[in-house]
């Protein structure tokens, strides 16, 4: 009987190399304090990445579910006594237009979720004011504070916006009085991030390489290969870079050899298998909207971000078994 092979999937595998507080921690220094070891890996608590809230109206209430890739609380002892800040970790294989706007409600929902919990413990107004009563929360009352981090794993340059601001057509005369919300973005394929964890520092290197749009599939198979040997890339990293970039993989064989020849990974798999798979559906979505071969063609150099020669590769390779 086939064995079935267990591919990586890039959403499964990010979840679960930043679950480690060490990693976490590193990653979250690098971007807020420049790399200055701020946060402490033992400070650092998983919480449930799941949270929903309800947004209510007096007509109507619409519940919201939003589930995050990795959040944590950080609980530092300070002199005045704990101080809470929670953290929450986002991965992005695609550029996402809207994501400014996702990010503003995940950390909706987190402040939410905070409130609704707070609010259960005033059942009565006994020793409360009006307001106070009317608004289920305390004048003295404080939430934790809720700081994101996107990374984005694609290849393109991220061309979209990075504050709320950036989505909106506002009137200059206006754009001060409208409220912005910015997002922490970082760029796997180029960034200048300053790490401490060797693991890191591994993962970003090769997703560095992986995701060089500038250079040919094997050149970019042999620079992956070069790099593992020679630094000894831990196991989960490799699998971690190449889960992030959509490799197809066998799982099961990688699972069954040790980290010696972990580098022979990028041997077995296709570097470029995402842009063909992507292609393959621009060219299939083409001809079921009518669309003629030089219209496909055009749309593959845009949304591939490719040549007219691989373009037209692309387009004989597929085109056939699509129309």
Same mark, same amino acid.
Request: net charge negative; glycine share 6%.
């Given at each position: 009987?086939?064995?079935?092979? !267990?591919? %990586?999937?890039?959403?499964?595998?990010?979840?679960? +190399? *930043?679950?480690?507080?060490?990693?976490?921690?590193?990653?979250?220094?690098?971007?807020?304090?420049?790399?200055?070891?701020?946060?402490?890996? #033992?400070?650092?608590?998983?919480?449930?990445?799941?949270?929903?809230?309800?947004?209510?109206?007096?007509?109507?209430?619409?519940?919201?579910?939003?589930?995050?890739?990795?959040?944590?609380?950080?609980?530092?002892?300070?002199?005045?006594?704990?101080?809470?800040?929670?953290?929450?970790?986002? &991965?992005?294989?695609?550029?996402?237009?809207?994501?400014?706007?996702?990010?503003?409600?995940?950390?909706?929902?987190?402040?939410?979720?905070?409130?609704? &919990?707070?609010?259960?413990?005033?059942?009565?107004?006994?020793?409360?004011?009006?307001?106070?009563?009317?608004?289920?929360?305390?004048?003295?009352?404080?939430?934790?504070?809720?700081?994101? $981090?996107?990374?984005? +794993?694609?290849?393109?340059? *991220?061309?979209?916006?990075?504050? %709320?601001?950036?989505?909106?057509?506002?009137?200059?005369?206006?754009?001060?009085? $409208?409220?912005?919300?910015?997002?922490?973005?970082?760029?796997?394929?180029?960034?200048?991030?300053?790490?401490?964890?060797?693991?890191? $520092?591994?993962?970003?290197?090769?997703?560095?390489?992986?995701?060089?749009?500038?250079?040919?599939?094997?050149?970019?198979?042999?620079?992956?290969?070069? +790099?593992?040997?020679?630094?000894? $890339?831990?196991?989960?990293?490799?699998?971690?870079?190449?889960?992030?970039?959509?490799?197809?993989?066998? +799982?099961?064989? %990688?699972?069954?050899?040790?980290?010696?020849?972990?580098?022979?990974?990028?041997? @077995?798999?296709?570097?470029?298998?995402?842009?063909?798979?992507?292609? @393959?559906?621009?060219?299939?979505?083409?001809?079921?909207?009518?669309?003629? #071969?030089?219209?496909?063609?055009?749309?593959?150099?845009?949304?591939?971000?490719?040549?007219?020669?691989?373009? !037209?590769?692309?387009?004989?390779?597929?085109?056939?078994?699509?129309?």
């Amino acid at each position: 009987m086939a064995k079935k092979k !267990r591919n %990586l999937k890039p959403d499964v595998v990010l979840k679960s +190399y *930043w679950r480690d507080n060490e990693r976490f921690a590193d990653l979250f220094n690098a971007v807020l304090f420049g790399g200055e070891r701020v946060i402490q890996p #033992d400070e650092l608590e998983d919480l449930d990445a799941e949270s929903s809230t309800v947004l209510e109206h007096r007509k109507y209430a619409e519940g919201i579910t939003a589930s995050r890739d990795n959040i944590k609380v950080r609980k530092k002892s300070t002199a005045y006594g704990i101080e809470l800040v929670m953290l929450g970790n986002e &991965s992005q294989e695609h550029i996402d237009y809207a994501m400014p706007m996702r990010v503003m409600g995940y950390d909706y929902s987190a402040y939410k979720k905070q409130y609704d &919990s707070n609010a259960t413990k005033y059942k009565d107004a006994e020793g409360m004011e009006e307001d106070e009563y009317l608004s289920r929360m305390k004048r003295t009352d404080r939430f934790m504070p809720v700081i994101t $981090v996107t990374v984005y +794993y694609g290849r393109k340059p *991220w061309n979209g916006a990075t504050s %709320l601001h950036g989505m909106l057509d506002i009137p200059e005369e206006l754009r001060k009085y $409208v409220n912005d919300y910015r997002m922490l973005l970082v760029e796997a394929r180029k960034n200048d991030l300053v790490l401490h964890d060797m693991n890191n $520092v591994d993962l970003f290197n090769l997703l560095e390489i992986l995701l060089d749009g500038s250079r040919p599939a094997g050149e970019i198979r042999s620079r992956a290969i070069g +790099y593992t040997k020679e630094r000894r $890339v831990d196991k989960t990293v490799i699998m971690t870079a190449a889960g992030a970039v959509d490799n197809k993989i066998d +799982y099961d064989a %990688l699972e069954q050899r040790g980290d010696v020849d972990m580098y022979t990974v990028f041997e @077995e798999t296709r570097i470029e298998g995402r842009v063909e798979g992507r292609a @393959e559906e621009i060219i299939e979505t083409g001809y079921e909207f009518g669309l003629s #071969d030089d219209d496909i063609l055009g749309r593959l150099q845009r949304k591939l971000d490719i040549s007219l020669e691989m373009a !037209r590769a692309y387009l004989g390779r597929f085109g056939k078994k699509t129309v």
